[in-house]
């Protein structure tokens, strides 16, 4: 169990049989800037089909360590493996397979439904077709239109996070946490 399932009385799952290898593993990871710990020796394990998710306060090291393993970050100690690679040192076949949400996002001003994917395409080696892409999110009738001009759910699959899957079906999934404040209860 690492230090924050302890300290929050949070077990683990137990490994068994059935599971499946980690897509996801961290051993003592560790990100210092100067004197400053933002990552304090972490452990944690995700399996093909788990949602995972951080919880903690603003400043915990939460981003640090999402960016350690999208490869967009060094770390100073530990292990780290994301589909069977470090990060650290993972080529461009690697980062294909991994998919990357922003935390903020909106359509490219001026730019129609059908240019919006032909440039997020442009980001990945082998995307999908873009009619194809356009047909399969529902979005024929709009493929001409303006990007701003859609509603706002239709705006959610423009956007590279809408269409991150359509366009590639990558093997794994990150999606950073909001930027906004979570409201608490006392």
Same mark, same amino acid.
């Given at each position: 169990?690492?230090?924050?399932?302890?300290?929050?009385?949070?077990?683990?799952a #137990?490994?068994?049989? #059935?599971?499946?290898?980690?897509?996801?593993?961290?051993?003592?990871l560790?990100?210092?800037?100067?004197?400053?710990?933002?990552?304090?020796? *972490?452990?944690?394990?995700?399996?093909?089909?788990?949602?995972?998710?951080?919880?903690?306060?603003?400043?915990? &090291?939460?981003?640090?360590?999402?960016? *350690?393993?999208?490869?967009?970050?060094?770390?100073?100690?530990?292990?780290?493996?994301v589909l069977?690679h470090?990060?650290?040192a993972?080529?461009?076949?690697?980062?294909?397979?991994?998919?990357?949400?922003?935390?903020?996002?909106?359509?490219?001003?001026?730019?129609?439904?059908?240019?919006?994917?032909?440039?997020?395409?442009?980001f990945?080696?082998?995307?999908r077709? *873009?009619d194809? $892409?356009?047909a399969?999110?529902?979005? $024929?009738?709009?493929? &001409?239109?303006?990007?701003?001009?859609?509603?706002?759910?239709?705006?959610?699959?423009?956007?590279?996070?809408?269409?991150?899957?359509?366009?590639t079906?990558?093997?794994?999934?990150?999606?950073?946490?909001?930027?906004?404040?979570?409201?608490?209860?006392?």
């Amino acid at each position: 169990m690492d230090r924050i399932s302890e300290e929050y009385g949070v077990d683990q799952a #137990a490994p068994g049989p #059935a599971r499946s290898e980690p897509v996801v593993s961290v051993r003592g990871l560790v990100k210092r800037y100067a004197s400053h710990e933002a990552v304090a020796g *972490i452990d944690f394990d995700v399996r093909r089909g788990e949602i995972f998710a951080f919880l903690g306060p603003n400043g915990a &090291g939460k981003t640090t360590t999402v960016e *350690i393993l999208e490869g967009f970050r060094q770390r100073t100690e530990g292990q780290v493996c994301v589909l069977g690679h470090d990060p650290a040192a993972a080529g461009g076949a690697w980062r294909d397979r991994v998919g990357v949400v922003l935390q903020e996002s909106e359509p490219e001003p001026g730019l129609s439904v059908r240019e919006c994917l032909a440039m997020y395409a442009g980001f990945y080696r082998a995307p999908r077709d *873009i009619d194809q $892409t356009i047909a399969l999110v529902g979005l $024929t009738d709009k493929a &001409g239109a303006l990007g701003t001009r859609l509603s706002g759910g239709q705006r959610l699959v423009v956007l590279p996070t809408g269409t991150l899957d359509s366009l590639t079906a990558p093997d794994l999934v990150v999606v950073p946490g909001s930027d906004n404040p979570m409201p608490t209860t006392q």
